[in-house]
């Protein structure tokens, strides 16, 4: 596609629900990022996945969090067991790897309220 | 650490006045720094960055910022302000080629009004 792209736009869940987020990165890039934005707030970095390297996980707030990326391509963020304070806009973005000069691209977000 | 400050949480700036938003980094070695603009209920776009050469990029929408490698500044600024461009911005960098981590680094986000 010619964007990043990430499903659902809203979704809103129960407190205690599990929750899949999904980032379809622009075709070719190899890294991928993952953040959370409370409203009208900063970034906060989750995770982040560059090519076949192990994933840079130090951003994820706890252990209900996770996220995967199959064939270096598409990218699901899972949060179990939902809590209020997890209702934000989850980011994903996309760039080349090469020498880091790249531009980094963002999707709209996928807004999440935990009721 | 690597780091990157955008010391001012909000500017208020009257239309048609120039506006600048400050953006200070610490990173070792040659940066790769970037600006970001992010309207209400949208993700984040992107405005310009530099790379390397001339220290006065210029970008979308009218922006232009400036690099300024003895005071490890980005500052982003326009001329001549629209309250259109009212929204929030965020300076970025990104460690140079020697860095083997290359992650971006995101400031908190500077919130820009233009005031009609």
């Known amino acids: 596609g010619a964007g990043v792209s990430q499903s659902p736009s809203n979704k809103v869940t129960e407190k205690g629900k599990d929750v899949e987020l999904r980032c379809d990165p622009i075709s070719g890039h190899t890294a991928l990022y993952w953040y959370r934005q409370s409203l009208g707030q900063g970034l906060e970095f989750l995770i982040y996945?560059?090519?076949?390297?192990?994933?840079?996980k130090s951003g994820l707030p706890s252990d209900r969090f996770s996220a995967e990326r199959t064939g270096g391509s598409v990218s699901t963020l899972t949060i179990q067991r939902t809590q209020q304070e997890d209702s934000a806009v989850y980011l994903c973005?996309?760039?080349?790897?090469?020498?880091?000069?790249?531009?980094?691209?963002f999707g709209e977000g996928s807004w999440l309220t935990v009721v | 650490a690597q780091s990157v400050a955008q010391p001012e949480d909000q500017v208020n700036v009257a239309e048609g006045n120039p506006l600048t938003v400050k953006c200070t980094y610490s990173?070792?070695?040659?940066?790769?720094l970037f600006w970001y603009v992010q309207y209400p209920n949208r993700g984040l776009q992107f405005l310009l960055k530099y790379i390397t050469g001339d220290n006065l990029v210029k970008g979308s929408y009218g922006f232009e910022a400036e690099f300024n490698k003895s005071q490890t500044s980005f500052h982003l600024k326009k001329p001549s302000a629209l309250v259109s461009d009212s929204a929030l911005y965020f300076c970025?960098?990104?460690?140079?080629?020697?860095?083997?981590?290359?992650?971006?680094?995101f400031g908190k986000g500077t919130r820009l009004h233009i005031l009609p």
């Open positions: 990173v070792s070695g040659n940066p790769y």
């Open positions: 996945f560059q090519g076949n390297s192990a994933p840079d």
């Open positions: 973005a996309s760039s080349l790897r090469e020498i880091s000069g790249n531009t980094i691209y």
């Open positions: 970025a960098v990104r460690p140079g080629i020697m860095n083997r981590d290359d992650k971006i680094i």
